[in-house]
């Protein structure tokens, strides 16, 4: 690519049904001056997460993506020029870098990050994904040892580190994703003590097999039938750890929430508790001891989907709601 | 009333739609001879509560009531005769005594009570409904000094305590009520700052205007519309204590849960806990010492429903279930 070129990918409309191609638009902008307090910074690997897509919503812990402007979405970069202090030629960052190769931003939304290799675990276990399934499920599900812990998408970037978390801290852990091949390798590669394929139908029972004992965690990427299908299965005083909702992202929210609420959350004395991996971030340099720990002795088996070119980000998110990938999504920016 | 008669009244059916006092049959039973560990108790006054109505959708933190035996009801009672240790004549208890005149309970399900007077007060505000409104309040939706909580059936047993609570603890207070005298009462004798009253339409509005600064803590008692119009009202780090779906009780309950269940709990950090209060009573001295200072003081005011006559207790529930009463509904069956 040439230096002097600032490619971006647009979102040219709001989606209202599914996401597609004809959302986006690649145009070829200018490398923009970092402003008093900015960084210029230069891609490295873009992350691609099912809340890109609830962004389009609406406002929701941030604002809203607006059409006609850069798709929004975090990234790791480099520093290539700065007028900030602090950060200097070279620093690694992860910011909300939007989807374009460079991109000034504030130092105050910025995170210098390591220096490791492979760059990418900036991204999977030791970026958002790593820390989201860290603290969804240590302090927001608190599973104790030998409780049963089922985690859906968990194929994905955050529930194959979930499910590989929960077992190392002694849990019976019982995966549900899509598609054999990937209950498969929960089992078989990660370690899982059972995986539910929900495309296989009867996920309520298929659950009630894989988890005799009823469910003390659940820790929800999806929402939807799902959700529905675990809470009348979730043990007296169980805990329902609620990171997204990947089922209601790409088309029409659903008009209805899962049967079940607040009725089994009565009874039953459920905590059903949402979270941010922001709000825990006071905690992050321990976590990420732990993550490093676990990835280093091999309890923690990172998996990564790379896929090379800024250009092939929207199809990339596309195939990611559709449930594609295997850990970890992200553009190869430039190496 | 004979002494040689016990009068009951039986379920003599599950009811599929409403319950009705088709549903209800009264007999003349005998007076049961107390077992070894058991004593024989005379009622007093019989706790009405919606949940005795969930209770015969099957079972939930207890035994599903079943057909064709004495319907299962709270109640405040004399011992006449024990077989148990701890308990002698002339002590009042609080039990699982049944629709009936005398029954024979095992003493460790027997509550011993304090002699105070009036006694009705040992249902109400000293009772489940006191400690359920002081738990579920403090313990699960733990509001903070100047922060706006939320109460559905505030009216009701429960909910027109937990709004006085939160007023000592100096929050902004909401009620939702049915109908204009309900939420009349409520703002104008309970000191609550707002009342919205949803048989008047537009709930979702007049709980916008009645709380502007959004919600913190909601005590729901109803479930349904009421709670899918509260949670995109909610704070962020808002708390939802799960304290009843009265809304769901009678009839068929809801295919479908509220909107936004998870997609609103994940973006707006929330927490929905459910409780019972039988989870808290290890706390129940501490909880009982400050309902009787804040009662002593004129801080807290008990509203109490008081019917006479057990052969009244089932249209006294299926009006409770439609919403007739103010505060704490229960029937005097021997003064």
């Known amino acids: 690519m040439s230096e002097a070129n600032n490619r971006q990918i ?13 959302h986006f638009r690649m145009v070829n902008g200018s490398i923009p001056e970092p402003k008093e307090g900015e960084a210029l910074l230069r891609l490295r690997y873009l992350s691609l997460d099912a809340a890109n897509r609830a962004w389009m919503h609406g406002a929701t812990y941030r604002a809203a993506v607006e059409a006609n402007t850069v798709m929004s979405g975090g990234g790791i970069a480099e520093v290539v020029a700065s007028k900030a202090s602090g950060l200097a030629p070279g620093d690694i960052v992860f910011g909300d870098t939007g989807w374009q190769d460079y991109a000034a931003v504030q130092a105050k939304h910025l995170t ?15 970026g958002i994904a790593g820390l989201t399934a860290y603290f969804g499920l240590l302090h927001v599900g608190k ?22 978390i929960a077992k190392i801290k002694s849990c019976r852990v019982v995966g549900i ?24 139908g009867g996920t309520y029972k298929a659950l009630r097999s894989a988890a005799p004992d009823g469910i003390d965690v659940y820790f929800d990427n999806v929402g939807g ?25 790409d088309g029409v929210p659903s008009a209805h929430g899962p049967r079940g609420v607040p009725g089994l959350i009565v009874v039953k004395r459920l905590i059903m ?38 250009e092939n980000a929207p199809a990339a998110l596309i195939g990611l709601l559709a449930g594609e990938n295997r850990g970890k999504r992200m553009i190869r920016v430039q190496a």
Chains 1, 2 share one sequence.
């Open 225 to 249: 039938d799902i959700l529905e299908a675990c809470l009348p299965q979730m043990n007296n005083r169980g805990r329902i750890a609620c990171c997204g909702a990947i089922s209601q992202y």
């Open 10 to 22: 647009l979102l040219v409309e709001k989606p209202t049904g599914r996401l597609g191609p004809e």
């Open 177 to 200: 994703a899509g598609g054999k091949d990937k209950c498969h390798w929960l089992t078989n590669e990660l370690g899982f003590d059972a995986a539910v394929d929900y495309k296989d």
């Open 112 to 126: 210098k990050m390591p220096k490791l290799e492979p760059m990418t675990h900036l991204l999977s276990v030791y």
């Open 273 to 310: 508790q949402g979270f941010i991996v922001m709000d825990f971030m006071d905690q992050r340099d321990a976590a990420l001891a732990d993550l490093q720990s676990w990835v280093a002795s091999g309890k923690l088996k990172v998996q990564e989907d790379v896929i090379d070119g800024l």
């Open 143 to 164: 599973p104790k040892e030998g409780e049963t812990v089922v985690v859906s998408a968990a194929a994905g970037s955050v529930g194959s580190i979930v499910g590989q």
